[in-house]
C-alpha cells in the first residue's frame, strides 16, 4: 500500500512528502531542513530511500536535496530542462534559508514522460508537465498525483517566470485533467485536494473541461 507524509517547511512553505510502502521510499521536493525530513523518516521505520524526486528545479523545491541525497546516498532526480536552475537565485536562497545551498554529486535526468519500478509496490509514472518551468514534471504513486506547483487547490502554478510558459501550462493541465479516474492530488505548496474536485471546482481545470 503506497503511503505519504506531508512536510511542511521553509521561508516560502514548501510541502515535502515522503512517499513509502512498507520500509522503503522517496523524497518528494525537498525544501524543508533535512533534519525534519530524517526525523519523519525514522518514525516511520523507513530503512530504505530510493531517490530524492524535484518536481522542478525551484530552490524551496530543492534546497535541501544535496545534504539528504548524501545522508542516504541517493541521486536526486530531475527533468534536464530545469537543471540550470538548481543554483540560480542561490544568493537570495541562501538568505531566506539562512544556510547553504549544495546540489547533489549525483543527478538522474528525465526527458520524457516515464515509468520508474522501484519495487515490486512503489513504481512512479512521471509525467513531463512544463508550464511553470521548462522541465516541471508530476508523478502517478498508486492513487497519488504530486503536482508539484503545476497544479494547487483552486489554482495553478505561475507562468511569470522566465523559465515559465501560459501555453506550456494549458497543454499540461489537459494532460492532468484528462486522466482517467481520480487521485489524491499533492501539491507544492498549500491544502492537498482531489483530482476530481479540481475538474469539478478548479477554475483553470473548469475551462478546459467545458471546451
Given at each position: ?83 540550470e536552475l538548481l543554483n540560480k537565485n542561490k544568493f537570495l536562497a541562501e538568505v531566506l534559508y539562512g ?113
Amino acid at each position: 500500500m503506497i503511503k505519504y507524509y506531508r512536510i511542511v517547511g521553509g521561508p516560502l512553505s514548501t510541502n515535502t512528502y515522503v512517499v513509502y510502502s512498507g520500509s522503503s521510499g522517496v523524497i518528494v521536493d525537498p525544501g524543508v531542513p533535512a533534519s525534519d525530513v530524517e526525523g519523519v523518516i525514522r518514525r516511520l521505520g523507513i530503512t530504505k530511500i530510493y531517490l530524492i524526486i524535484a518536481t522542478h528545479g525551484h530552490f524551496d523545491h530543492v534546497f535541501y536535496a544535496g545534504s539528504l541525497s548524501r545522508l542516504y546516498d541517493t541521486k536526486l532526480l530531475i527533468h534536464e530542462l530545469d537543471f540550470e536552475l538548481l543554483n540560480k537565485n542561490k544568493f537570495l536562497a541562501e538568505v531566506l534559508y539562512g544556510d547553504t545551498l549544495a546540489m547533489p554529486e549525483s543527478l538522474v535526468f528525465v526527458r520524457d514522460d516515464t515509468l520508474v519500478k522501484l519495487n515490486e509496490e512503489l513504481e512512479i509514472r512521471i509525467l513531463h508537465t512544463p508550464g511553470h518551468t521548462r522541465g516541471s514534471l508530476c508523478f502517478l504513486v498508486g492513487d497519488l498525483l504530486i503536482t508539484g506547483d503545476t497544479l494547487f487547490k483552486n489554482t495553478i502554478g505561475r507562468t511569470d517566470f522566465p523559465e515559465s510558459s501560459a501555453r506550456d501550462m494549458r497543454s499540461s493541465l489537459i494532460k492532468l485533467a484528462e486522466l482517467p479516474g481520480d487521485y489524491v492530488v499533492l501539491p507544492g505548496h498549500g491544502d492537498i485536494t482531489t483530482l476530481e474536485y479540481e475538474r469539478k471546482t478548479n477554475p483553470y481545470l473548469r475551462s478546459i473541461l467545458r471546451e
